[in-house]
């Protein structure tokens, strides 16, 4: 065997060793679509809770949501509704409190205010919370991870 001769096959080699690499790394990956804390039924719904822990606390905050953060409280103007938003203030960026007794998502950084449904009430916030579709199915609470 001459120098050429091994210096091709060493080529070749090489490349056979990398070739499966390359093959996994180009390959699709399926998307994760439900983690354990956050079971995906099938139409979409994620679980952020228990309506009971909603009863008890006025609110419940999942800030690991996979669609962002959510915050979800009762709409204490319809009965048994429940209200999820975004809970980022599009002003600062600032987590928004609900102020049940104001009907109202309080922003503490510069108190922006938003209704139920995310419409700003009281500036300097222009834009509204994005807010999530969301509903009570037996003991939990589940919410749907696309904005609407």
């Known amino acids: 065997m001459?120098?050429?001769e091994f210096l091709t096959?060493?080529?070749v080699g090489g490349i056979a060793t990398y070739l499966p690499v390359a093959l996994v790394?180009?390959?699709p990956k399926e998307p994760k679509t439900e983690s354990p804390?956050?079971?995906v039924n099938s139409a979409g719904f994620k679980s952020v809770g228990k309506v009971a822990d909603l009863d008890k606390n006025g609110q419940i905050l999942d800030k690991e949501f996979p669609g962002?953060?959510?915050l979800v409280v009762r709409n204490q103007?319809?009965?048994g509704a429940i209200a999820a938003v975004n809970p980022s203030c599009p002003h600062a960026g600032c987590i928004v409190a609900w102020k049940a007794e104001q009907k109202e998502f309080v922003c503490p950084c510069h108190d922006s205010k938003f209704a139920i449904d995310g419409k700003v009430v009281q500036g300097p916030a222009k834009k509204p919370l994005p807010i999530y579709e969301a509903k009570l199915e037996g003991d939990s609470i589940l919410v749907k991870g696309s904005k609407i």
Do not use: E
């Open 77 to 79: 103007d319809s009965q």
């Open 9 to 11: 096959w060493m080529g």
């Open 2 to 4: 001459d120098r050429r």
């Open 37 to 39: 804390s956050h079971p």
């Open 25 to 27: 790394a180009c390959s």
């Open 68 to 70: 962002g953060a959510v």
